[in-house]
């Protein structure tokens, strides 16, 4: 890997730059995965080492395996299967075991903001729920470990050859950029929509809306330079704010129905006083319904001004030519 490219890389940057709409898609698939995996090694160590000193840590390895992911579904058509596969693989382990890792930071994180509405009658409950949590977060980060720790020593070599294979001219050199951010983008908003258009009061659902916003997300992240400044200014933050409001739909879902359990299993045991550490544990899950039912009406009125926004006509508006001097990126 090239010295000069690794020093100018954009750590901590969200946005692709320094490619124009009309870059070979095998320059842009080399420049666009070296970039996004060499954060994904760069954020690996701090993850596994000081995640006890600042969560944020496993946050952004999550964010950065999930950038990269994106980069290599964009690509794919780059890469020879087998670099494609071993790369999927190597980002996907780390995905999930940071996502388990993170979820339960979320879930120490609600607490403590639950915590502080609650009357002193709940402490109890929410003070065991963080214990709980503690005992759980810390076998997750364990099997973070397990799983990152070998990738540490393995991942500059993997980084290498999947910037390396997808440089290969002999793969997507015949499409420019702008030729794939509008197939890719263009194909990614009708999967949203089509779930927009569905129930949106399953929860089941909502996740399948939010990783299809998700994508389109991360591919808008990419494209940047194609597109006028509304994509990035009026667009991009709609799409994040739908995150958002989705995520803590998410995060609460996924909390409500670990604490259902701990309810069911705990009502009736006998190692656990229910009169003490019930209200705390109630009081906590009405909380997360009462952030569902508020992130609810937040998506309706997202999704009148989504349809305002006509994504469509937007995401059909890329040029060749992009303000060069607007340094906002």
Request: with cysteine; aromatic share 6%.
């Amino acid at each position: 890997m090239e010295a000069e490219e690794r020093m100018n890389a954009p750590k901590d940057g969200k946005w692709i730059r320094d490619l124009a709409p009309d870059t070979a898609v095998a320059d842009a698939a080399r420049h666009v995965l070296l970039l996004r995996l060499e954060v994904v090694e760069e954020r690996l160590p701090a993850a596994l080492d000081e995640a006890d000193h600042d969560p944020e840590h496993v946050h952004q390895l999550r964010v950065a395996t999930r950038r990269a992911a994106a980069a290599l579904r964009i690509f794919r058509g780059c890469l020879p299967r087998k670099v494609f596969k071993r790369a999927r693989s190597v980002l996907g382990a780390l995905r999930r075991a940071a996502g388990l890792a993170r979820d339960w930071d979320v879930f120490i994180i609600d607490l403590r903001a639950a915590r502080s509405t609650q009357t002193a009658a709940a402490f109890p409950g929410i003070d065991f729920l963080l214990g709980y949590a503690f005992s759980e977060r810390t076998v997750a980060q364990g099997e973070l470990e397990a799983a990152g720790r070998p990738e540490v020593r393995r991942f500059e070599r993997l980084l290498a050859e999947t910037a390396a294979a997808a440089g290969d001219k002999r793969r997507g050199a015949h499409a420019t950029f702008r030729n794939l951010a509008g197939d890719v983008l263009g194909e990614l908003r009708a999967k949203l929509e089509a779930g927009l258009n569905e129930d949106r009061d399953d929860f089941s659902h909502l996740h399948r809306i939010r990783i299809a916003g998700k994508r389109l997300r991360y591919a808008m992240e990419v494209f940047v330079e194609c597109y006028p400044a509304a994509f990035r200014d009026d667009l991009y933050p709609l799409v994040e704010e739908m995150q958002e409001i989705l995520g803590n739909v998410n995060d609460s879902s996924v909390a409500v129905g670990r604490l259902q359990a701990l309810h069911d299993r705990l009502q009736d045991g006998k190692l656990i006083d229910w009169s003490l550490v019930g209200p705390g544990i109630e009081a906590f899950l009405a909380w997360h319904h009462r952030r569902v039912t508020a992130e609810q009406a937040r998506l309706q009125d997202w999704l009148q001004r989504w349809r305002e926004a006509k994504a469509e006509s937007i995401l059909e508006s890329r040029s060749g030519e992009v303000d060069k001097s607007d340094s906002r990126i």
